[in-house]
């Protein structure tokens, strides 16, 4: 299964982003043989559509779950029409939410933040 948890850093012990289309580093982690590729998130500083960008890469990198905080409307969309799962992280980093997914213990994100809700001084 290939994941992906929005991060805050460069390596997997960087701190959950809790944005999805404006997060800083995409971990994209292969659970069956150990593969993560860290990519920066080249949407998040775009004026807009921020959240369909990142959805749709999420849907080339072949992604089966997201692990993050929040969703807009447009990326729950992108992802919900995908079938890619979007799970709540922790604030705890890439590895200990991976190891927090394998155990079950995320619970799924079924509701959606307002749009541009990850932009300026909203969190």
Known sequence: MIVCITSSGKTTDGILDPRFGRCAYFAICDLETGGIEILENEAG?????????????????????????????????????????????????????????KNGELAKINETVPSHFGMGGRS
């Open 45 to 101: 500083a775009s004026g807009g559509g921020a959240g369909i960008s990142s959805g749709q890469l999420m849907v080339e990198k072949s992604i089966e779950a997201v692990i993050t905080g929040n969703v807009g409307p447009n990326a729950m969309n992108v992802l919900s029409a995908a079938k890619i799962a979007i799970y709540r992280g922790e604030p705890l980093s890439v590895n200990e939410n991976i190891g927090k997914f």
